[in-house]
C-alpha cells in the first residue's frame, strides 16, 4: 500500500485496467518466496506444487528462499522437467532460484549482505540473437530495524515528489 506508487515507478503493473491478451512475444515471468518448501511435506503436496506451477504456465520462474530439494521434485515430474529444462541455485543464505525455459547463459552475484542478496541470470533471448537479464533479490524485510523501516519510508515519500504530474496520474490509474 504504501509503497505501490514506488514500485509501480519501477515496473508498471497495470492492474486497474483491463486485461488485455499479450503479445506473442510477451514473457511469464512468476516470483515465488517459497520459506525454503518448509511447508511442503508429503508427497501429494509435492505434486500439487508443482502442478500449480505448471498451470500459472510462466516461462520463467526466480525463487527466494528457495530449496536444492525441488530438483529432486522435478525429476519426479516429467512435464515440469520439460516446461523448465533450465535451473540454477545460487547456494547463499537465501538459496535464489531461477527455473526457465531458456537457456541459461550465466549468472553473478550481484550483491549479499547477510539474507539479503540479489543475483542477475543471463538468458539466452527467445525472440533475437541476444541476451536478456532476470534478477533475482530477496530482501529480508521482516527483520529491518526500526531506523532502516523511518529511512525506507522516508524514500518512498521522496519518491512520490520526485514524480512527474504524468506519473503522478499513471499511479493514481
Known sequence: A??????????PINTFKEARTPSKEALRIMNYNTNN??????????????????????DIIVFQEGNPKLEQWA?????????????????STTNLQIWSRF????????????????VAFWLKNPHTTGEMIV????????????????SYKKIVEDS????????????QG
Open 103 to 118: 537457456d541459461i547463459l550465466r549468472h553473478e552475484t550481484v550483491t549479499q549482505d547477510g539474507q539479503n542478496a540479489a
Open 37 to 58: 518448501l518448509s511447508a511442503i511435506t508429503e508427497e501429494e503436496e509435492k505434486r500439487k506444487f508443482l502442478m500449480y506451477l505448471l498451470d500459472v504456465a510462466p
Open 75 to 91: 525429476s519426479l515430474n516429467e512435464r515440469f522437467e520439460r516446461r523448465f529444462p533450465h535451473h540454477a541455485t545460487i547456494d
Open 160 to 171: 512520490r515528489q520526485l514524480q512527474t504530474p504524468e506519473e503522478e496520474a499513471y499511479r
Open 2 to 11: 504504501t509503497t505501490f506508487g514506488s514500485i509501480r515507478s519501477y515496473c
Open 135 to 150: 534478477i533475482n533479490t530477496h530482501l529480508k524485510t521482516n527483520f529491518l530495524s526500526k531506523s532502516n523501516r523511518e
